[in-house]
């Protein structure tokens, strides 16, 4: 077990972040890719994270194209799920680890067992998973009936409803991922509201 | 209240991505109940991620130029290409709640265990268990059911023995447990856990059980059956 590695940084105060990474840039790239598949922008983060993840590969696999396919389909997953970051639940480097993480924890399955299961993103979700954003949300019993009123809505609706609040999406984010005019998601999601509201009283707002 | 938490050098194994999936599953599972444990989780997670992507950091790996020059020798260029070509992008679906029935009673699967395979259950006395299919070869894990009043007779383990409770509680020699305790045990545990009210766990053994009392003695060829 690498047990020295990190001794000594993890008694250290919780929130070390350092100044050497320039945090709020990475979370802008991300956001850019996001919201607008900024190329120039993964571009950017390509460069910062690619060589370093490389590196890191490399410890883990002997086999270099096996550590080049590290980089490959981290950096890939990073195009293709950039908008399921939530800057405010971590910082950008926590997430790219995840995603790095779990690329490496599911190679490696399947190298040692022939397994491809891919397990990880059940183990350490890259999304935020729905129970964390629920904490605040103790009455389980409101949270079913809830959950059994949105589910009786006509589809469409239920895709705007549960991508907007439960994943935490923004309209804009939800029209590009539904494929879908922007002022169509926000009839949608008026429409199902209105409906909500009259099923759970006016109160549930 | 949960009493029992994985050690600090698991957790951070588990941070690492460097335990099987079957021990990764006990620890998410546990601090998917556990606030305490989801705390040092995330706090390590952060700052291993913020070491990973430090340059100061990574210089400790480069050993010679000549390992910078492989690196360097990488298209990156077209890799970006390559990448960016895709317009495709991954929805997270909201996550479907799987149940499992034992005795008639149902039972929410952890999230975590969602796509893993469950072989069939098999049943001596009040205990059920099903295998999870994961393919770990010395490694077994199963969720494992005790009807009220059942228990294990005593045993100690020849390798260890991770037991994270899923619903219910029982109790051994060394006290009560319940819903969400992360029980890890080695060999140099001997105990004889009863369920009064019932309960279902999710384990993990590397090893078969060994029974060290009288006429259990002769349970020890199905020792491997339970774990």
Not at chain 1, 57 to 80: C, H, I, L, Y
Not at chain 1, 93 to 107: E, H, K
Request: proline share 3%.
């Amino acid at each position: 077990m690498q047990t020295n590695l990190l001794s000594k940084e993890t008694s250290a105060k919780s929130t070390n972040m350092s100044d050497k990474i320039n945090h709020p840039q990475l979370c802008q790239w991300l956001d850019a890719i996001a919201q607008s598949r900024d190329k120039q922008a993964f571009t950017h983060l390509f460069n910062f994270f690619a060589p370093k993840i490389l590196r890191i590969a490399r410890g883990k696999f002997p086999n270099e194209a096996q550590a080049n396919e590290v980089v490959q389909d981290t950096m890939s997953n990073v195009w293709r799920k950039a908008h399921l970051f939530n800057k405010d639940k971590g910082a950008a480097t926590t997430w790219v680890y995840t995603v790095m993480r779990n690329v490496t924890f599911d190679m490696l399955r399947k190298i040692q067992g022939n397994k491809e299961d891919n397990l990880s993103d059940d183990i350490w979700p890259v999304a935020e998973s729905m129970s964390c954003e629920s904490k605040g949300f103790d009455d389980h019993l409101a949270d079913k009936k809830l959950l059994s009123v949105i589910e009786a809505l006509p589809q469409a609706q239920q895709d705007v409803i549960k991508g907007f609040y439960l994943r935490e999406m923004s309209q804009e984010q939800l029209a590009i991922h539904l494929n879908l005019p922007l002022g169509t998601v926000k009839s949608r999601l008026r429409l199902a509201l209105g409906k909500l509201k009259v099923q759970l009283g006016e109160k549930h707002d | 209240m949960i009493n029992h938490h994985p050690k600090f050098e698991l957790i951070k194994s588990f941070v690492n991505g460097d335990l099987p999936a079957s021990l990764s599953a006990g620890i998410a599972i546990h601090a998917d109940m556990c606030a305490v444990c989801q705390q040092t989780i995330s706090q390590l997670t952060e700052q291993v991620a913020e070491h990973s992507f430090e340059e100061v950091y990574l210089d400790r790996f480069i050993v010679d130029n000549e390992s910078l020059e492989t690196v360097a020798a990488i298209d990156f260029n077209h890799m970006i290409n390559d990448i960016v070509e895709s317009s495709d992008i991954d929805i997270a679906l909201p996550a479907v709640e799987k149940t499992v029935s034992f005795n008639d009673k149902q039972y929410t699967i952890p999230a975590v265990l969602s796509s893993m395979k469950l072989g069939k259950s098999s049943h001596i006395g009040k205990l059920t268990r099903s295998r999870i299919l994961l393919n770990e070869n010395e490694i077994h894990s199963s969720l494992l059911h005790i009807q009220p009043g059942g228990g294990i007779p005593e045993h100690t383990h020849k390798g260890f023995e991770l037991t994270v409770l899923l619903d219910g509680s029982f109790h051994d020699e060394s006290g009560e447990y319940v819903k969400g305790d992360f029980i890890m045990l080695d060999g140099s545990h001997q105990h004889n856990p009863v369920s009064t009210n019932g309960c279902l766990c999710f384990t993990v053994a590397n090893d078969a059980l060994h029974f060290t009392q009288g006429i259990n003695k002769l349970l020890n060829p199905i020792g491997s059956f339970i774990y």
